[in-house]
């Protein structure tokens, strides 16, 4: 596992476990803590779906908004009611960051979109990609402004409570951010990315908190969405759709049978139907409902097409146009420092000088 990928168990309280006894019964003696703590019957937010697999798992999605306290409280709730053995949010491995960051920290780095960030994103995910990820995140910092609340709260929530529940384990569902901003630029016409970028860059309505929570009412998400799909229809497939499908995998890999351990060896091994609890974005749930008893293939889905010609002239002349900007300016600036440094009077008594001595 890398430095940058969160811890896959969340630490079982061994606080009321005996010392020397053997692991078999200590893992006995925390399974039946965590049993204990599960609810039968669960009281769960409203938020919350409930899907079963084929082998009996149970998965527990709560539906959130990204700005949001009470889904954070949403989560917490549904974790501690559940206990789940492990728990999926809506995060890849290039925004992990998010998860070990303090809340200053996450607010100040929202807010602040500058250069670095541009250079880094474009040499993620090439130059079109980067620039409409700088973009979205511009979307964020304006939203993150508007309220004063840094993104990906209920994650966070999420992490530090599976930490506490015995033998959980901690699981990235989302597909990873350059497939998807790949997928996207190569699904939209010159055109559009135009459109798009200028509807981007021309956001500043001010966001309340109440529109915020809105977002949590499904029949006004469909409404939200409905009018996206209308604007661009392969925006909504590769950045909506294909990550239902993803996430929806990834719930389902989640959600295999548990295997416990043997007292002995002669004991046959037994395994038991999981809980998971999902936390993804309201805009997934109706998704991954749909996608729920189908078989899901990411492998189309995971693949990154050719850049098109079109989309190789324009990030050639973006490039020129950048390091040309950059050329003009090294230039203006030096011969700008030239001819400060020549009307310095020291500057000019040793030039006389010089004159003088080659004469």
Not at 147 to 159: C, I, S, T
Not at 342 to 359: D, F, G
Request: hydrophobic share 40%.
């Amino acid at each position: 596992m890398s430095a940058t990928e969160p811890p896959e168990n969340g630490p079982p309280d061994s606080s009321d476990v005996p010392h020397g006894i053997s692991d078999a019964d200590a893992f006995r003696i925390l399974w039946e803590m965590k049993m204990k703590k599960r609810q039968r019957q669960p009281s769960l937010p409203e938020t919350v779906t409930q899907l079963t697999t084929e082998e009996g798992s149970k998965v527990y999605i709560v539906g959130t908004a990204h700005f949001s306290d009470s889904s954070k409280q949403d989560v917490v709730k549904t974790i501690q009611e559940v206990q789940p053995d492990v728990v999926v949010v809506e995060l890849c491995q290039y925004r992990v960051s998010m998860l070990k960051m303090d809340e200053e920290t996450l607010l100040k780095e929202a807010k602040e979109i500058n250069l670095e960030k541009l250079h880094q994103a474009i040499k993620q995910n090439g130059v079109m990609s980067g620039l409409m990820q700088m973009l979205l995140l511009k979307v964020s910092a304006h939203i993150t402004q508007q309220l004063g609340m840094a993104p990906g709260g209920e994650f966070r929530e999420a992490f530090k409570e599976a930490s506490k529940v015995p033998f959980c384990k901690f699981h990235l569902g989302d597909r990873p951010i350059p497939v998807t901003f790949k997928r996207a630029i190569a699904a939209l016409s010159f055109w559009q990315k135009l459109k798009l970028a200028w509807g981007l860059c021309s956001l500043s309505d001010p966001i309340s908190e109440d529109d915020v929570e809105k977002c949590k009412q499904k029949d006004l998400l469909e409404q939200m969405m409905a009018e996206m799909i209308g604007e661009f229809p392969d925006l909504h497939r590769t950045i909506v759709s294909e990550r239902d499908l993803y996430l929806t995998y990834m719930l389902k890999q989640a959600a295999k049978r548990i295997e416990l351990p043997c007292t002995s060896e002669t004991e046959p091994r037994k395994s038991i139907p999981s809980i998971v609890v999902g936390v993804v974005g309201m805009g997934h749930v109706p998704g991954i409902e749909k996608n729920w008893v189908n078989d899901v293939n990411i492998h189309e889905i995971m693949s990154v097409p050719p850049p098109s010609t079109l989309n190789k002239i324009v990030t050639i002349a973006v490039k020129v146009t950048f390091f040309g900007l950059l050329g003009y300016g090294c230039y203006c600036i030096s011969k700008r420092t030239v001819r400060m440094i020549l009307s310095v009077p020291a500057t000019q008594y040793c030039l006389q000088r010089l004159n003088r001595m080659s004469l």
